[in-house]
C-alpha cells in the first residue's frame, strides 16, 4: 500500500471556479500535512500546512484535514490560470521525514 | 531573509562518476533534509542533517552521503553513479527535525550518460 495517494490527474477546471484536490495517507501516527505547489521544471513551494483537524484557510486556499479518515484536502477558491501546476501532498510522521505523493496536475482554462 | 539556495544548477556525469551538490539553508535554519525526485513522481527522502549530525535516513544505499557544517549549509555526495540516479536534487530546510515546515531550494538537475 502506497504511503501517500493522490490522484494523478489531470485536474481541469474552468477559471473561477473551485478546484478540489485530495489526499490519502496510511500512517495513522502522522502529526504534520503539507501542500506544495510545483510548476514544470520547478522546485516545490510550500503553500499551505495543517496540524490538527478542521479547516484553515489563507486567501483563496483551505486546507481541510481528517485524521480519523486519514483524508487531506486542499481547495482553491476562484481558481486562475496561474494556478495550474502540480499540487503535491506530504506527511510528517513523528519522524523527521516527509513523505509525498505522486502529486496531482491541476489545469486552470482561461 | 536569504531563500535556500543550491548549487550547481545543472550538472552532467557520468557513470560510475562521483559528484557533489551543495545546499545553504534559510536564515535561521539549523536543519536540512535532501531529497531525490524523478521524472513524474514526488519527491524521495534520501536523508536529513541536524546540528551536523545525521538524523534519519531514507531507503537509499550508502552511496549516497552527506554532510552538514557549522553555518547549517550540507552537501551530497554520490558514489559511482549509475544511469538511475538521474532526477531533480531537492534540499529543504527547517527551524528545527520536529516536523515543520520545509522550504526547498531550486534543486540541481543531474544527468547521468
Known amino acids: 500500500q502506497k504511503e501517500v495517494e493522490q490522484n494523478s490527474g489531470p485536474l481541469s477546471v474552468p477559471e473561477g471556479a473551485i478546484a478540489s484536490l485530495n489526499c490519502t495517507y496510511s500512517?495513522?501516527?502522522?502529526?504534520?500535512f503539507f501542500w506544495y505547489r510545483q510548476y514544470s521544471g520547478k522546485s516545490p513551494e510550500l503553500i499551505m500546512s495543517?496540524?490538527?483537524?478542521g479547516d484553515k484557510e489563507d486567501g483563496r486556499f483551505t486546507a481541510q484535514l481528517n485524521k480519523a479518515s486519514q483524508y487531506v484536502s486542499l481547495l482553491i477558491r476562484d481558481s486562475q490560470p496561474s494556478d495550474s501546476a502540480t499540487y503535491l501532498c506530504?506527511?510528517?510522521?513523528?519522524?523527521?521525514?516527509?513523505?509525498f505523493g505522486k502529486g496531482t496536475l491541476l489545469t486552470v482554462n482561461p | 531573509e536569504t531563500g535556500v539556495t543550491q548549487s550547481p544548477t545543472h550538472l552532467i556525469k557520468t557513470r560510475g562518476q562521483q559528484v557533489t551538490l551543495r545546499c545553504s539553508s534559510q536564515?535561521?535554519?539549523?536543519?536540512v533534509s535532501w531529497y531525490q525526485q524523478a521524472l513524474g513522481q514526488g519527491p524521495q527522502f534520501i536523508f536529513q542533517y541536524y546540528r551536523e549530525e545525521e538524523n534519519g535516513r531514507g531507503n537509499f544505499p550508502p552511496r549516497f552521503s552527506g554532510l552538514q557544517f557549522p553555518n547549517y549549509s550540507s552537501e551530497l555526495n554520490v558514489n559511482a553513479l549509475e544511469l538511475d540516479d538521474s532526477a531533480l536534487y531537492l534540499c529543504?530546510?527547517?527551524?528545527?527535525?520536529?516536523?515543520?515546515?520545509?522550504?526547498f531550494g531550486p534543486g540541481t538537475r543531474l544527468t547521468v550518460l
Open positions: 529543504a530546510s527547517s527551524m528545527d527535525s520536529l516536523g515543520n515546515e520545509q522550504f
Open positions: 500512517d495513522r501516527g502522522s502529526q504534520s
Open positions: 495543517i496540524y490538527s483537524n
Open positions: 536564515s535561521g535554519h539549523n536543519t
Open positions: 506530504a506527511v510528517g510522521g513523528s519522524n523527521y521525514k516527509l513523505t
